[in-house]
């Protein structure tokens, strides 16, 4: 009798074969060796082979499942690999060995009665195989009468469908991950938002010379996304919408389209941005307090800015923590000359050694509060209120 081994690429048919695997009943076994005319010691060897060699397939796509998983697909925010397919048609076409040799042995243990009305429909594997879905003949005798090539077959299709079955489950367990992001736009956001800050970590150039050229930045998507926003839909929901739902060159041209068009609105730099995120508030009062740091007299020797000066202006600028102190440094010197500033600031080390001295408290917490005070009352002085920018 010829059976239907085709299997749904959908998460049902997933749950179904993975009931199926973890049924292990000895009856079902014998009975499947009986229907499927498994009654020669060189068909159980036979037999024995395949399953070994399925097995054995079936391993390998566990090893490259994980290493998906471990590669980071949840966390990523835009994948090459749901593009066209779900997640779980996707998952289930990279353990297609497993799939079909799974069927197989299935189909291996069915009953092998020949049918004398071939219009029939095919059946399906799943549900006429003693090792799936069919009823089964209870045996009267148990595998102890048996020789021992069918013990060592039993215990190979054991170890077989436990593998079968960790494949199944990582499937699961990494698609339920990415329907719980779905469904959370908090997550989902999350995801966005770290995703998001390696594009631009990677990108500074590019962005910087698109703001420069004054490109053209509009595609299809930031306008399907601004029509999200007019309907008043939050980034948090628009991230869950989008979650998986975009290549990794769809989501770069996203990010990289919507950073530009926000600094020319905001007129921020690229080196801003990457120090300060959007808290465009804090740019300008940085701005201001650099312009006009010489008069809060920060010579040291040799015409120099000293190194604990420096040290707690980083700490009053409220840096992002993934920006190191030498990238604000080189921000800080340059705005600052360009500002006209007539001191020369020290070099990296002497920074990094007025940090030091701030976190073993050899800077006393007067000294800093001190210090934040007199910047606040120098940025309040000089800022202009947004009326008159």
Request: include cysteine; proline fraction near 1%.
């Amino acid at each position: 009798m010829v059976y239907d081994k085709h299997i749904d690429k959908t998460e049902d048919a997933l749950c179904e074969l993975r009931e199926v695997y973890s049924s292990n009943e000895v009856d079902r076994f014998i009975d499947g060796l009986e229907s499927g005319r498994i009654n020669s010691e060189e068909k159980v060897i036979k037999f024995t082979n395949f399953i070994r060699s399925s097995d054995g397939l079936t391993q390998l796509e566990f090893t490259r499942l994980k290493r998906l998983q471990d590669e980071g697909f949840i966390e990523k925010f835009a994948t090459n690999y749901n593009k066209r397919y779900s997640t779980c048609h996707m998952l289930m076409d990279k353990m297609r060995s497993g799939i079909s040799r799974g069927i197989q042995m299935l189909e291996k243990l069915c009953d092998k009665t020949r049918s004398r009305r071939q219009s029939k429909p095919k059946r399906k594997v799943i549900d006429n195989s003693k090792m799936g879905n069919s009823p089964y003949n209870s045996t009267l005798w148990g595998l102890e009468y048996y020789i021992e090539s069918v013990h060592v077959l039993y215990s190979e299709i054991l170890d077989y469908k436990t593998h079968l079955s960790e494949c199944i489950d990582l499937c699961l367990y990494i698609i339920e991950q990415v329907a719980y992001i779905r469904s959370h736009p908090e997550a989902a956001h999350e995801k966005h938002r770290k995703s998001r800050q390696e594009v631009l970590l990677n990108s500074r150039s590019v962005v910087k010379r698109l703001v420069d050229m004054n490109v053209e930045m509009e595609n299809d998507l930031m306008k399907k996304v601004e029509a999200w926003k007019q309907e008043k839909k939050s980034i948090e929901e628009i991230s869950a919408l989008l979650y998986h739902e975009l290549d990794e060159n769809e989501y770069n041209d996203w990010v990289i389209s919507e950073e530009v068009m926000a600094a020319r609105r905001q007129g921020i730099t690229n080196q801003e941005r990457a120090l300060w995120g959007d808290d465009k508030q804090q740019v300008m009062r940085c701005r201001t307090a650099y312009s006009h740091i010489d008069e809060l007299k920060p010579e040291g020797q040799k015409d120099h800015i000293g190194g604990k000066f420096l040290a707690l202006l980083h700490n009053w600028s409220k840096v992002q923590t993934s920006r190191g102190v030498e990238y604000w440094l080189t921000y800080f010197t340059e705005f600052y000359k360009a500002s006209g500033g007539e001191l020369t600031p020290v070099k990296l080390g002497a920074v990094k050694k007025g940090l030091t001295q701030i976190v073993k408290a050899e800077v006393t917490k007067e000294e800093v509060d001190q210090f934040n005070l007199e910047l606040d009352s120098l940025v309040k002085k000089h800022m202009k209120n947004e009326s008159e920018s």
